[in-house]
């Protein structure tokens, strides 16, 4: 069962959660006062199930929002929004275990889940020689380095004749916690590289970075299996997969092997056809889901969960307004307790809401991504420009630190 917590810091949020739900509108007033609670929110129940999740948090001083006709019978299901401290809660879970009907189990390993999850704040990412990625006390910046011709950002293809570390030395010396190498275009209506090209791109280009910074943590961007376990022997750290280990069934098992950590992302579709009128019940629950059963089959294979990143994958088979709703609720995904990236860096969405055609004109709007991930426990973003973001992260880790 997915339960996660939705945005209520305002009355237009709260209002929207009742009209979601298909609560009673006037009831806006009474639940006013209890916003400010933490607001957790669970799809679809049985209304009994609803109205006896209502009837325990009002016992124990917190509330429920629920369809209006679950009191009459009249709803056979109902979402709930439930509203409470996290003590309330921890009880409201433990009451739920004993309770084996409505679904209230399901319920309750959903929410003794995201209590859990949320709770969690700081992660350290151990790697071969000494290596060691803490992610959680501020957040840090993955720099992009494109080995490719046909990226959608120009100024950030890397040419076989580039000096790639001269780039990478720019990154890390700027302040980036991670170099992120990839050698295929996954832009909206990309085709694949055949493998072997991938490798002949990808894996000098790790080697040297390797040898040229061997503390700094690196990243391999690719679904494919072959390449992964290649990359990982050169000296990649973590598999960036953006398939969400869809793409090739080996992968799973050779990042297993490899004991590399995963960057494990959301994506609907492929490169190629991702961006031909994708469509979510419920964006934000749908790619929870998603991760729910991605989740499930790293650990099936061999991955354990403390060995992922998830990334919701923006822009990867979402509409503009699909994005917006995920940087809107980027808290929801946190409940797996997992440390979350963000790559939004000159993307599409950030171009159609700011009216810009031209990647090269969308910094500003990556900019102000990066600061809502800073201010909103987002582990990592992954950007192409490294320096401006690390300043921006900078600025909002002085203004939190600063003690009068």
């Known amino acids: 069962m997915i339960v996660y917590p939705l945005p209520a810091q305002s009355r237009e949020d709260l209002f929207s959660a009742l009209r979601r739900i298909g609560a009673d509108l006037r009831s806006n007033a009474y639940f006013e006062p209890k916003r400010n609670l933490l607001s957790l929110y669970i799809p679809g129940v049985d209304f009994r199930a609803a109205a006896f999740l209502k009837q325990e948090l009002l016992a124990r001083g917190g509330d429920a929002v629920v369809n209006r006709g679950v009191i009459s019978c009249e709803a056979s299901e109902s979402a709930v929004l439930l509203l409470g401290t996290p003590g309330q809660l921890r009880s409201l879970s433990e009451k739920l275990g004993a309770l084996p009907c409505w679904g209230l189990p399901e319920i309750r390993e959903g929410l003794s889940r995201t209590l859990a999850g949320l709770d969690k704040s ?151 056809d991702m961006q031909k009128d994708p469509r979510y019940d419920d964006t934000v629950a749908d790619i929870l889901r998603s991760f729910e059963e991605r989740l499930s089959l790293a650990e099936k294979t061999g991955i354990p969960a403390e060995r992922i990143i998830l990334d919701p994958g923006l822009g990867f088979g979402k509409r503009c307004g699909d994005n917006l709703r995920i940087l809107r609720n980027l808290d929801a995904f946190r409940i797996f307790g997992r440390p979350l990236l963000i790559g939004h860096s000159r993307k599409g969405f950030i171009g159609a809401t700011l009216g810009l055609a031209d990647p090269e004109d969308r910094l500003e709007g990556t900019l102000a991504v990066t600061a809502l991930c800073g201010l909103r426990n987002v582990a990592l973003v992954r950007v192409h420009d490294v320096e401006e973001n690390v300043r921006v992260l900078s600025m909002l880790s002085a203004i939190g630190e600063c003690m009068e």
């Open 122 to 272: 700081a992660w350290t990412f151990s790697f071969r020689e000494g290596r060691a990625l803490p992610l959680g006390k501020r957040t840090a910046v993955m720099g992009i380095l494109n080995l490719t011709s046909d990226s959608f950002y120009e100024k950030s293809r890397i040419s076989p004749g580039d000096d790639i570390l001269s780039r990478a030395r720019s990154m890390v010396e700027a302040g980036a916690a991670v170099l992120d190498l990839g050698a295929e275009s996954t832009r909206p209506g990309s085709e694949p590289v055949p493998e072997q090209e991938e490798m002949e791109r990808l894996i000098p280009a790790v080697a040297a970075v390797r040898k040229a910074f061997p503390e700094t943590v690196l990243s391999a961007d690719t679904w494919k299996a072959k390449v992964a376990l290649e990359a990982v022997r050169a000296g990649a750290d973590i598999i960036n997969d953006i398939s969400g280990l869809g793409f090739d069934p080996d992968l799973p098992g050779a990042v297993a092997e490899s004991g590399a950590a995963l960057v494990l992302s959301h994506i609907q579709g492929t490169p190629r």
